[in-house]
């Protein structure tokens, strides 16, 4: 597959999209935006990505998918702003961030998705919404997800935090829950910060 501009094939429902669409808006990318229904995909999606998923980029003569790898891709194509920091150190420490995000959340969040109204689910909703404002606490010293800065670590979590109210998910307002209410008022309040 090739197109002549740089091209995301995005689910507009789907956290993972959402996170590559978030660091493009971050980079000021120009990229056009084809919105697809992960469960309707297409034959040109098929013969870029073999896997079938979303989202996935098409720059040129190069098609990439699994949104780790698409941001990773952004963020060194399009340097400025970094979403990743510079030393290797803090970079690994980054990227495990966004691992055990994965692993922990929204695994739990595709759950939820997965059975919405069943018991696997509910399981998955109760675990979800008692592990986020059990780590509430983390967001109390710095403005980011354990960083002053902005990085791909919160264009992960921005998604699953701004889908809580879909996964029927409530954070109470207390003051132990009261740095991740205002950690995701100011994520939230980025310029781009919709699905």
């Known amino acids: ?15 993972y999209s959402h996170r590559v669409r978030i660091v493009l808006a971050e980079k000021g990318v120009t990229v056009d935006i084809e919105d697809m229904d992960s469960t309707a995909i297409t034959e040109e999606i098929l013969e870029a990505n073999p896997y079938g998923t979303l989202p996935t980029l098409v720059d040129r ?45 929204c695994t739990l969040s595709d759950r939820i998705i997965r059975d919405p109204n069943g018991d696997d689910g509910a399981i998955a909703r109760k675990e979800l919404r008692e592990s986020l404002i059990g780590v509430s606490s983390i967001f109390t010293d ?6 002053e800065d902005y990085t791909l670590v919160d264009c992960c979590l921005a998604p699953l935090l701004w889908r809580l109210p879909q996964l029927g998910i409530e954070i109470p307002a207390s003051a132990q829950t ?7 008022k100011r994520v939230f ?7």
């Open 1 to 15: 597959m090739r197109r002549s501009s740089m091209t995301l094939f995005s689910d507009p429902t789907c956290q």
């Open 61 to 105: 003569d190069l098609a990439l998918y699994e949104s780790k790898v698409v941001m990773e891709y952004l963020d060194e194509r399009f340097p400025h702003p970094p979403l990743l920091p510079v030393y290797p150190v803090a970079r690994a420490q980054s990227r495990l961030w966004i691992f055990r995000i994965e692993r922990d959340w």
């Open 178 to 184: 009261k740095p991740l209410h205002n950690y995701m």
């Open 142 to 147: 710095l403005p980011y997800f354990m960083s």
């Open 189 to 195: 309040e980025r310029e781009f910060h919709g699905g």
